[in-house]
């Protein structure tokens, strides 16, 4: 997606150890025109699946998960990263470990808000080493529920994320898949 590329060649930043710096305009502050537009194409990648839940993990997730959901007309559940007092004993339980933050988390989903009768879009700002999506994967298996594809904004190309989602035979649609980038001169690649 041209947009997105362009904005990221604009104001990413990358950082020594395979970091590519997006606070500005997607995972701190957020550029909701931008979304909408991520949003828009997603639905159009996506236009043949029933899709009747969008899901993702807090907390960078969750502001495209929301303006994606609103242009499909569904609801936006996301995994939670810890349990508060206010949350179900029935719940979906893994773990998975952060690529940025370099932690095992156990992500929690309540079974009230996935079940066998869900088709699920999964979306997500980031696919690095794809630990974040094989756990929303296997909260969606565990509901029994349908993954119908994964929407990612920002795709590192060079790590071996996309491609283990890609061998499990799910439509994967990666807004902008880097190919490369160096720290030091801050230049960035793309696949075409």
Known sequence: MR???????KDGIVRAGNVLKVDSFINHQMDIALFEEMAKEWKRLFARKNINKIL??????????????????????????AKSINLDSDNYVTKI????????????????YLSPEDHVLIIDDFLANGCALMGLLELVERA???VEGIGVAIEKG???????IRAKGIQLESLAIVESMNAEDGSIEFRK
Not at 3 to 9: A, G, P, Y
Not at 97 to 112: A, D, L, N, P, R
Not at 158 to 164: E, I, N, V
Request: aromatic share 8%.
């Open 144 to 146: 029994g529920a349908t």
């Open 97 to 112: 470990q952060s690529f940025t933050h370099g932690k095992i988390y156990e992500v929690i989903v309540s079974k009230k």
């Open 56 to 81: 993702t993990i807090e907390a960078s997730g969750i502001g495209i998960a929301a303006i994606a959901a609103r242009e499909f007309g569904v609801p936006v559940v996301f995994a939670k990263k």
């Open 3 to 9: 947009i997105l590329e362009e904005r990221i060649r």
């Open 158 to 164: 060079f790590q071996r994320g996309g491609d283990m």
